[in-house]
């Protein structure tokens, strides 16, 4: 089903059969305007070459399929939860108050995508993300699961990360500094070093990496196990 006017989805339930598509064109709108829950399969994806925006919600929009974006995500309310993964070389705008979140599959950021927005970009259930695109000053990164590789090409700076679960690993190999880090509990690591502009709050969880500097203050107040090795 190919999209390539203004289309709206005024929320429920859309399911995708197997070897079908949704593909909002380049140039095409398609907004969600309630909460809808998109159900599919790894080989029934949504493609968004256009603008794809939620504009209006409560509890929020769940996509279970596929969504690769060359395009604009716009999350401007509520919440979006992509549950089976995508390829995001586009854009994603995420609103103040407002979550996309990234809660299953194997999500990629190309070296061309861009994250902007002061809302929550954040991590969990059993997804993966591969990051090389750049997050814009301002911007968020919440960790509660899953495995989350910042590659030395991923531009981080000015970036608050955030790691609040059990279950959450930062393997950071990022050349930029962030503005904040907030440790609470999972393990942040990785090789390369980090730099901390503001403050690095360490409330519990493991630090791996062996080389992080707190540039605007340091407070400790949990159990947190330090256990780099140079």
Same mark, same amino acid.
């Given at each position: 089903?190919?999209?390539?006017?203004?289309?709206?989805?005024?929320?429920?339930?859309?399911?995708?059969?197997?070897?079908?598509?949704?593909?909002?064109?380049?140039?095409?709108?398609?907004?969600?305007?309630?909460?809808?829950?998109?159900? &599919? %399969?790894?080989? #029934?994806?949504?493609?968004? *070459?256009?603008? $794809?925006?939620?504009? +209006?919600?409560? @509890? =929020? !929009?769940?996509?279970?399929?596929?969504?690769?974006?060359?395009?604009?995500?716009?999350?401007?309310?509520?919440?979006?939860?992509?549950?089976?993964?995508?390829?995001?070389?586009?854009?994603?705008?995420?609103?103040? &108050? %407002?979550?996309? #979140?990234?809660?299953?599959? *194997?999500?990629? $950021?190309?070296?061309? +995508?861009?994250? @902007? =927005? !002061?809302?929550?970009?954040?991590?969990?259930?059993?997804?993966?993300?591969?990051?090389?695109?750049?997050?814009?000053?301002?911007?968020?990164?919440?960790?509660?699961?899953?495995?989350?590789?910042?590659?030395?090409?991923?531009?981080?700076?000015?970036?608050?990360?955030?790691?609040?679960?059990?279950?959450?690993?930062?393997?950071?190999?990022?050349?930029?500094?962030?503005?904040?880090?907030?440790?609470?509990?999972?393990?942040?690591?990785?090789?390369?070093?980090?730099?901390?502009?503001?403050?690095?709050?360490?409330?519990?969880?493991?630090?791996?990496?062996?080389?992080?500097?707190?540039?605007?203050?340091?407070?400790?107040?949990?159990?947190?196990?330090?256990?780099?090795?140079?």
């Amino acid at each position: 089903l190919n999209n390539s006017g203004a289309g709206t989805w005024a929320g429920g339930n859309l399911t995708i059969s197997a070897g079908n598509s949704l593909n909002n064109l380049a140039g095409a709108t398609f907004d969600i305007t309630a909460d809808g829950r998109l159900s &599919g %399969a790894s080989t #029934t994806p949504l493609n968004n *070459a256009g603008q $794809l925006r939620l504009t +209006s919600g409560t @509890t =929020g !929009t769940i996509i279970t399929a596929p969504l690769n974006n060359s395009g604009t995500l716009q999350v401007l309310a509520s919440s979006v939860s992509l549950n089976l993964g995508g390829t995001h070389s586009g854009m994603m705008s995420i609103s103040p &108050g %407002a979550t996309l #979140t990234f809660g299953g599959g *194997a999500h990629s $950021l190309s070296a061309g +995508s861009f994250v @902007t =927005g !002061t809302g929550t970009l954040n991590v969990s259930g059993a997804a993966t993300l591969a990051a090389s695109g750049n997050f814009d000053a301002g911007t968020t990164l919440s960790v509660s699961a899953g495995v989350v590789t910042l590659f030395a090409g991923c531009n981080v700076t000015g970036t608050a990360l955030n790691l609040d679960g059990a279950g959450a690993v930062v393997l950071f190999d990022s050349a930029g500094p962030v503005s904040t880090v907030s440790l609470t509990a999972g393990t942040l690591g990785g090789t390369a070093p980090v730099s901390v502009t503001g403050l690095l709050s360490l409330g519990g969880g493991t630090v791996s990496n062996a080389l992080v500097t707190a540039n605007g203050g340091l407070a400790v107040n949990g159990n947190t196990i330090l256990s780099a090795t140079k």
